[in-house]
């Protein structure tokens, strides 16, 4: 079995451990400078860390909706549905020193592919951690394909 790997983000600022099989999507498309995108060779699951501007206005678990129905509309979306939404011990994160809140939302949008015509469910789960001395809200973002 292949060993995860520290992998340096955003040109080193921190680092992920990622698991066996993940691809830097960098290597095979261009991808925006506030986003790392990884993909699994196999499973078609998806790993998207973005920096964010600080969206003041929402707070608490407003945000992370917030966040997920962007994602959505990003993605023309057919259908966003939230499932659960909880709040994650700041204590238990590496960013706990600079991480003003965090939350954990799991949801379904209804998504076609590039090129594709049939929306397909896919299951998000997406982590927001709120950094506003850096005016940055940090969105990471788990596609689980059906």
């Known amino acids: 079995m292949e060993p995860t790997r520290d992998y340096p983000l955003f040109g080193g600022a921190f680092s992920a451990t990622l698991p066996p099989g993940a691809i830097d999507v960098s290597d095979l498309?261009?991808?925006?400078?506030?986003q790392e995108v990884f993909c699994h060779r196999v499973t078609d699951q998806s790993l998207i860390i973005?920096?964010?501007?600080?969206?003041?206005?929402?707070?608490g678990e407003e945000a992370a909706r917030y966040h997920f129905e962007d994602v959505g509309g990003v993605q023309e979306?057919?259908?966003?549905?939230?499932?659960?939404?909880?709040?994650l011990v700041l204590e238990n994160l590496a960013l706990r020193g600079c991480c003003q809140e965090a939350w954990l939302?799991?949801?379904q949008q209804q998504v076609a592919k590039e090129n594709q015509q049939v929306a397909k469910y896919v299951t998000l789960h997406q982590a927001l951690l709120r950094l506003p001395q850096y005016q940055t809200d940090l969105l990471l973002t788990f596609n689980q394909p059906p």
């Open 77 to 87: 979306a057919r259908a966003v549905q939230v499932e659960t939404v909880q709040p």
């Open 50 to 59: 973005e920096l964010l501007e600080l969206q003041a206005h929402v707070q």
């Open 105 to 107: 939302l799991s949801g």
């Open 29 to 34: 498309r261009p991808v925006p400078d506030n």
